[in-house]
C-alpha cells in the first residue's frame, strides 16, 4: 500500500493546505496560543553542586508544568549534534531509500519510518512523518529499523544512547529524592536497568499555513520521561492551567518530559505535560524525543511507600503494555 508522506505533501502545497490538515478552531495555534512571553518552562542547571536545590527545581518543575529544559547535563554537545545530522541527513534522502524502512502497514510494532495513517477523532491530519527504532538495551535494539545510509547513522545513535545514562540516572534520583523516596526507587520502579529508550525522530516539513495546521496534536507522551532534542526552529507548546505556551529553543539544552508514568508513581504529585507542535513556514522542523519507558510487561502503579489511608492511589496498576494498549485505543496521540 502507498502511503502519501507528509514531505510529499508539503513539495506541492505552496500556498494552501489539504482540508483534512486544518484543525477546528478550538486547536488552530494562531488562536489559542498565550501572546507575548508571559511565563516559560523552567530551566535547571543540572551540574550545579548543591543537589536538594537541583531537587526542589525539578519538583517544582516536574508539579507545576510537567516539563522543563536541563542545561550542563553531561551530554557532550559534538554528540547530540552527530545526533541530529545523520537524522537529517535521513530524511534528506530520496522516497525510495526511506521507504525500506517503512513500517509494513499491519505490523503491531511502533518501530520503522512512516506517517500516522488513521486520522485522529476530530478527522484531522498531523503535519508530521516519523521515523521510530529503540536504541537501548541492547538486546531490545532492532538494526533492520536503523538506517544504513548516511553510514555513520548507527555510531552516532549508539553514542547519543550511552551518553543519556548519566542523564536519565540523575533525572531519576531526584525525582526519587523529591518523593521522599530512596534514591534509587523511582527508577527501580520503571524496571532499573531494564528500562527500553523509544527513539522518534519527527519531520515536520515547512508548512505554508502554520496558523492552521499542528505537527504533533495536543497530548500527554505515555513513557516515563521524554529527553527531547529540537533542531533550531521553535514549535514545541506547553499547556499549563489550561493555556498555551511556546517553549523557548536554547541551545544544547535538553527538554524533559515528565510522561504518564511517572505521574502514576509519584501519585499525582508529579504531572504528565499536555503537549503539542506548531510548524513553520519558512523552515523544516525536527526533533528527536527519546522516550523513557518501562519494560512492557513491568506492572507500573503508585509506589506502595506513597499511598496509605489518607492518600489512596489514585490509579490502577497495569502492565505497561496494557497501559499503551488502552491509550492508543481510546484517544488520540
Ligand atoms: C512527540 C512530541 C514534540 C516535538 O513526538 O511525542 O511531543 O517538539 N513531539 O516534536
Ligand atoms: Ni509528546
Known amino acids: 500500500m502507498e502511503v502519501e508522506r507528509v514531505q510529499e505533501i508539503a513539495n506541492f502545497s505552496k500556498e494552501t493546505i489539504p482540508e483534512d490538515f486544518i484543525r ?17 518552562v523552567p530551566v ?10 537541583v531537587v526542589r527545581a525539578i519538583v517544582d518543575a516536574s508539579s507545576n508544568w510537567g ?3 536541563v542545561v550542563n547535563h553531561g551530554i557532550p554537545h559534538e554528540t547530540v549534534r552527530k545526533l541530529k545530522e545523520v537524522g537529517k541527513a535521513f530524511f534528506e534522502l530520496p522516497p525510495h531509500e526511506k521507504e525500506a524502512y517503512a513500517k509494513s502497514p499491519g505490523s503491531q510494532s511502533i518501530e ?8 485522529e477523532v476530530e478527522g484531522k491530519k498531523a503535519w508530521v512523518d516519523h521515523l521510530f527504532h529503540k536504541i537501548w538495551p541492547p538486546s531490545e535494539i532492532n538494526y533492520q529499523f536503523w538506517p544504513k545510509n548516511p553510514p555513520s547513522y548507527r555510531k552516532n545513535n549508539e ?4 551518553h543519556m545514562h548519566g542523564v536519565v540516572d540523575k533525572l531519576f534520583r ?3 529524592l523529591g518523593l521522599g523516596l530512596e534514591g534509587n526507587e523511582m527508577k527501580e520502579a520503571m524496571g532499573g536497568d531494564n528500562m527500553v529508550y523509544l527513539l522518534k525522530i519527527n519531520y515536520y516539513p515547512q508548512c505554508p499555513r502554520p496558523d492552521l495546521a499542528l505537527g504533533v496534536p495536543a497530548h500527554t507522551d505515555m513513557s516515563a520521561i521524554t529527553i527531547l532534542v529540537p533542531n533550531d526552529v521553535q514549535g514545541l507548546q506547553a499547556c499549563k492551567d489550561d493555556h498555551w505556551y511556546d517553549v523557548e529553543y536554547i541551545p544544547n539544552a535538553l527538554i524533559v518530559h515528565i510522561g504518564d508514568q511517572v505521574e502514576i508513581v509519584s501519585n499525582g504529585k508529579y504531572k504528565s505535560v499536555l503537549h503539542r507542535a506548531k510548524v513553520n513556514k519558512e523552515k523544516t522542523r525536527i526533533s528527536w524525543p527519546v ?11 503508585p509506589h506502595p511507600k506513597l499511598v496509605n489511608g ?3 492511589p489514585k490509579f490502577k496498576s497495569r502492565k505497561y503494555s496494557q497501559y499503551c494498549f488502552c491509550k492508543l485505543n481510546k484517544t488520540p496521540q
Open 24 to 40: 477546528t478552531t478550538y486547536e488552530q495555534p494562531a488562536l489559542t496560543t498565550v501572546q507575548g512571553t508571559v511565563l516559560e
Open 44 to 53: 535547571i542547571d543540572l551540574s550545579y553542586p548543591d543537589e536538594e536545590k
Open 67 to 69: 516539563m522543563f529544559q
Open 112 to 119: 520503522g519510518y512512516g506517517t500516522k495513517l488513521q486520522r
Open 159 to 162: 553514542e547519543y544512547a550511552k
Open 174 to 176: 531526584c525525582l526519587s
Open 291 to 301: 522516550f523513557v519507558e518501562p519494560p512492557s510487561d513491568l506492572e507500573v502503579g
Open 310 to 312: 489518607a492518600n489512596p
